[in-house]
């Protein structure tokens, strides 16, 4: 079973320089439950490349929320990885999570 700190390292996707969250935005998640997700654009794309995660392409409905995710994306990077959080928190589990299906926690 790994570790919160391994989980951290991993994100849910298939190959290196996939789409993470399966397109959508990872800025629309913090638009609020009346708002997001958004689907993301691939005029709006980045990669973001860590020593532990590799390279993760990540998806934006619009330029402005492309530059928000640059500015801050320690905070606007999907949590577990964008992983199941019920499946990692409470069965020690990895399993991909329905991009639909979610909640920001505001800590």
């Given at each position: 079973?790994?570790?919160?700190?391994?989980?951290?390292?991993?994100?849910?996707?298939?190959?290196?320089g996939?789409?993470?969250?399966?397109?959508?935005?990872?800025?629309?998640?913090?638009?609020?439950?009346?708002?997001?997700?958004?689907?993301?654009?691939?005029?709006?794309?980045?990669?973001?490349?860590?020593?532990?995660?590799?390279?993760?392409?990540?998806?934006?409905?619009?330029?402005?929320?492309?530059?928000?995710?640059?500015?801050?994306?320690?905070?606007?990077?999907?949590?577990?990885?964008?992983?199941?959080?019920?499946?990692?928190?409470?069965?020690?589990?990895?399993?991909?999570?329905?991009?639909?299906?979610w909640?920001?926690?505001?800590?």
């Amino acid at each position: 079973v790994p570790d919160t700190s391994e989980v951290l390292a991993w994100v849910d996707v298939k190959n290196d320089g996939d789409i993470a969250l399966s397109g959508y935005d990872p800025v629309s998640y913090h638009a609020g439950a009346d708002h997001g997700p958004l689907m993301g654009k691939a005029e709006h794309e980045t990669i973001i490349e860590t020593l532990l995660q590799g390279r993760v392409r990540y998806r934006f409905a619009s330029e402005e929320n492309l530059a928000k995710f640059r500015a801050d994306y320690r905070h606007l990077k999907p949590k577990y990885g964008g992983f199941c959080a019920a499946g990692v928190g409470l069965h020690d589990k990895l399993a991909s999570a329905d991009p639909l299906v979610w909640d920001i926690d505001p800590r």
